[in-house]
């Protein structure tokens, strides 16, 4: 009898439940985030692909997946478990995979109501909220009781598939591609929450503009990546792609076609907005072909709004105004590749091989930031290894032309210090300071960690300020404009971080980091070559932001940059 092979969905479920017990049993949350990018990966494949992938032994070909989550996924597919499942379940308290779906419980939660009242599912403790039985657990009230009943219930609602931008794009650009290749498309792009670079994706917006736009629509449909077509019009028509994401396509002819890009793109504030512009000033967008979106701005009397901008966030007062930035920062403005881990720490590639992939995009430095002692989870350098990598990027500088400097990510401890003495600090080219344990401090005490650390006399990099992992963990709960305060009166710089579990700051706070005067550093916190690439997401955040190219420190040549950053208080 042939064996039986279990699925994307059953193996995505389990390295979901994965990366929630690490979390919960706070192992380092780099491997929760590689079991949810795997997880991410999983269930975006039909069964039939994830086992060809592997029978032939490819699943280290998918971003993301290294060897040991090939073999782990393996393991699932063929027997349905996993022995490092297994063992994280008997750490646990019972319950405790089912139950870490409710954000509210953490594992002293968990342990507190499986003692109390034997609840090891989400189905029994809804039961015991509802009888009222959890305010009167130690440690809970009715306060935590309503709250917790509040997000059970929201589990049971339906939601539509959210990716991060990667995962959008990598399916996007071939779809895009596959339109653009359409006989009578002359124009065709993704528009919507994609174009405006918005940290997750539900619906990927296409708009084609097409001079037999009933003949590209149906090619369009018979894409090999979309799933399932629904709902059809004349101009357009909603579709399930193969990844479960959503499609919007929208199908007008070429004079059209900027009018109807710009409608897709915009929030629907920003439309509103230039709908109500428009009617005002007796201005119609639909007379004659539109050489562009920028003619669109220009008739309504406003400065070209690029998309990452078009929020309805003051950008078209701005327009109006004069003050909107007209250079933002741009990927090829960037020189340098900064938050950069290597096989010391955490990362997957060596000194030589991350300065190689760097020379090799063309960027003429790079510095190499490991972690510090503290983060013992991640292979934190102790000062001797700390010396040790010194020499080797002394030895591959030799090798390369692109400019190594080395450094730190240094963990902000409990009570604000740097995981370094000032000694072994100043003598690095580069301090980034990060929060890596200890998220759920209150504000009050979270805010004063932060600003010891930000006031710290060497010069440093608030590194992914707020901690947040988009789609599974909040941001750290602190009074970000005080901190910021203390940032400007003090040597140091907001990372834009790139990874695009991370993004972080949100655009909100790197707006209000320009308004104080802070400099930035768009970062890649690249753990292995491919994650240079993250400069792409970096920059579209700091887009967002509405930072400028001379705001950023690492559009600066080597020099100029090393000097930025110098964590000597006197150099």
Not at 406 to 422: F, H, K, M, N, Q
Request: charged fraction near 25%; proline fraction near 5%.
């Amino acid at each position: 009898m042939k064996a039986k092979r279990h699925g994307s969905a059953h193996i995505a479920r389990a390295l979901h439940e994965m990366a929630r017990l690490t979390l919960l049993a706070r192992e380092t949350p780099f491997r929760a985030r590689a079991y949810a990018r795997g997880a991410s990966v999983v269930e975006r494949l039909d069964d039939a692909a994830l086992a060809t992938l592997v029978a032939e032994g490819r699943l280290t070909e998918l971003r993301g997946v290294g060897p040991g989550l090939a073999a782990i996924i393996t393991e699932l597919h063929a027997t349905g478990a996993s022995r490092a499942l297994n063992a994280l379940r008997e750490r646990l308290p019972a319950g405790a995979g089912e139950l870490s779906r409710v954000s509210a419980l953490g594992l002293a939660k968990i342990a507190a109501l499986s003692r109390a009242l034997g609840v090891t599912t989400v189905a029994e403790l809804r039961a015991a909220c509802e009888a009222g039985r959890v305010r009167a657990v130690k440690g809970m009230g009715e306060k935590t009781e309503r709250r917790l009943l509040e997000q059970i219930r929201a589990l049971d609602e339906p939601r539509r598939v959210r990716v991060l931008l990667p995962d959008a794009l990598g399916v996007a650009e071939p779809f895009v591609a596959h339109c653009r290749a359409i006989p009578g498309v002359r124009h065709a792009d993704y528009a919507g929450d994609l174009r405006r670079a918005a940290e997750t994706v539900e619906s990927l917006v296409v708009v084609l503009g097409a001079s037999r736009p009933a003949a590209a629509l149906e090619r369009a449909l018979a894409s090999p990546l979309i799933a399932a077509v629904g709902a059809r019009e004349a101009d357009g028509a909603r579709a399930t792609l193969s990844t479960g994401m959503g499609l919007e396509l929208r199908v007008v002819p070429p004079a059209r076609y900027a009018a109807a890009l710009l409608d897709a793109t915009g929030s629907p504030a920003h439309v509103e907005h230039l709908s109500r512009l428009a009617r005002a000033r007796g201005v119609s967008l639909d007379e004659g072909e539109l050489a562009g979106e920028a003619e669109i701005y220009r008739r309504l009397g406003l400065a070209y709004v690029p998309p990452e901008l078009r929020e309805d966030a003051g950008e078209i007062e701005a327009a109006a105004d004069g003050s909107l930035p007209r250079d933002l920062v741009r990927e090829e403005d960037v020189q340098g590749f900064v938050h950069c881990h290597t096989v010391y720490s955490d990362g997957r590639h060596s000194v030589a091989q991350m300065a190689r992939a760097a020379e090799a995009r063309g960027l003429r430095y790079l510095t190499i930031t490991d972690h510090s002692p503290t983060a013992s989870y991640a292979g934190g350098l102790s000062v001797d290894r700390l010396h040790a990598q010194w020499e080797e990027i002394a030895r591959v500088q030799e090798e390369v032309s692109v400019r190594l400097l080395r450094g730190t990510e240094s963990d902000i401890l409990a009570d604000g210090s740097l995981d370094y003495p000032d000694a072994v600090l100043e003598r690095l080219d580069i301090v980034i300071a990060s929060v890596h344990a200890r998220h759920r401090m209150g504000a009050a005490e979270m805010t004063r960690r932060i600003t010891r650390a930000m006031a710290h006399p060497c010069f440093k990099v608030w590194g992914h300020a707020l901690g947040r992992l988009v789609l599974s963990r909040p941001p750290i709960d602190c009074r970000v404009e005080e901190i910021l305060d203390v940032i400007a009166a003090s040597r140091a710089a907001v990372e834009i971080n790139g990874d695009p579990n991370r993004l972080d700051l949100p655009p909100r706070w790197i707006r209000a980091a320009r308004e104080r005067g802070i400099p930035f550093v768009i970062s890649t916190d690249a753990h292995a070559i491919d994650e240079l690439d993250n400069l792409r997401y970096g920059v579209a955040m700091a887009r967002r932001g509405w930072v400028r190219r001379g705001e950023v420190l690492n559009t600066r040549g080597p020099e100029a940059f090393a000097r930025a950053v110098s964590p000597a208080a006197r150099r």
